[in-house]
């Protein structure tokens, strides 16, 4: 895609603390394959060539660009969490380590916390933040990280993760317990958020009523049974 962005200028020279607009023009080729496309526009400072220096800093700043090619508006976004693993590093900091899934149809900048509770003697932590710079493509599997003190006792702890890209947001717990400097701990797989819960306890529900009036109607026309909206099955 970045073959597809022109700029009016390729240069900008300018004072401390002043400002300069630049207009940049997307031509899409009419051959283009349907889908999201990704670039970046860099804003970035060269410094002078030194032949005395062997590093060379280049600042830069950037602008991404998502561009949705086909008709039917912008693909969805979703992702789900999967497992996490604890470990300490050799000076003893502890980490977690999660793994989460892009199951959408666009790119995901992933953000959020972590936090502990029901530690030993009833502690709680947190919340820590994740650790920034994790991007992930449509389909992708990746791992977002999140640091602790190095103080944090081993646990158990229960671990509360909630993760977002966007507007799009997911939280899923679990138990962990952190190892010793050095190792890394067991992994855990996460309990998904309340709403998934909350469907397969519907569900069984659903089934249970549904059993009642089987049974209620195999004992004859005299009992009539309905359900509740609660879920639970009256005999009338």
């Given at each position: 895609?970045?073959?597809?962005?022109?700029?009016?200028?390729?240069?900008?020279?300018?004072?401390?603390?002043?400002?300069?607009?630049?207009?940049?023009?997307?031509?899409?080729?009419?051959?283009?394959?349907?889908?999201?496309?990704?670039?970046?526009?860099?804003?970035?400072?060269?410094?002078?060539?030194?032949?005395?220096?062997?590093?060379?800093?280049?600042?830069?700043?950037?602008?991404?660009?998502?561009?949705?090619?086909?008709?039917?508006?912008?693909?969805?976004?979703?992702?789900?969490?999967?497992?996490?693993?604890?470990?300490?590093d050799e000076q003893?900091?502890?980490?977690?380590?999660?793994?989460?899934?892009?199951?959408?149809?666009?790119?995901?900048?992933?953000?959020?916390?972590?936090?502990?509770?029901?530690?030993?003697?009833?502690?709680?932590?947190?919340?820590?933040?994740?650790?920034?710079?994790?991007?992930?493509?449509?389909?992708?599997?990746?791992?977002?990280?999140?640091?602790?003190?190095?103080?944090?006792?081993?646990?158990?702890?229960?671990?509360?993760?909630?993760l977002a890209s966007?507007?799009?947001?997911?939280?899923?717990?679990?138990?962990?317990?952190?190892?010793?400097?050095?190792?890394?701990?067991?992994?855990?797989?996460?309990?998904?958020?309340?709403?998934?819960?909350?469907?397969?306890?519907?569900?069984?529900?659903?089934?249970?009523?549904?059993?009642?009036?089987?049974?209620?109607?195999?004992?004859?026309?005299?009992?009539?049974?309905?359900?509740?909206?609660?879920?639970?099955?009256?005999?009338?």
């Open positions: 895609m970045s073959e597809w962005i022109t700029l009016d200028r390729d240069s900008v020279m300018l004072d401390p603390q002043e400002e300069a607009q630049f207009t940049a023009t997307i031509q899409v080729p009419p051959d283009a394959s349907a889908g999201e496309q990704y670039a970046v526009i860099w804003a970035a400072t060269v410094p002078a060539p030194d032949s005395t220096a062997s590093v060379n800093i280049v600042q830069r700043v950037g602008i991404r660009v998502y561009l949705d090619v086909g008709p039917g508006g912008e693909p969805p976004s979703d992702f789900a969490i999967g497992e996490v693993v604890p470990a300490r003893g900091r502890p980490s977690a380590a999660v793994t989460v899934r892009n199951t959408g149809g666009r790119a995901l900048d992933m953000t959020g916390s972590a936090t502990l509770s029901d530690g030993p003697g009833g502690v709680r932590a947190g919340p820590f933040d994740v650790v920034q710079g994790t991007t992930l493509a449509a389909g992708e599997t990746g791992t977002v990280r999140v640091l602790f003190p190095t103080e944090l006792a081993n646990g158990p702890w229960r671990i509360t993760l909630d966007g507007k799009v947001r997911r939280s899923a717990s679990g138990t962990i317990t952190f190892p010793e400097p050095g190792r890394t701990g067991r992994r855990a797989l996460l309990d998904q958020s309340w709403w998934l819960r909350g469907v397969g306890f519907a569900t069984v529900v659903v089934a249970g009523v549904g059993l009642v009036l089987m049974l209620r109607r195999r004992r004859g026309p005299a009992a009539q049974v309905t359900a509740s909206s609660t879920g639970s099955a009256v005999r009338k």
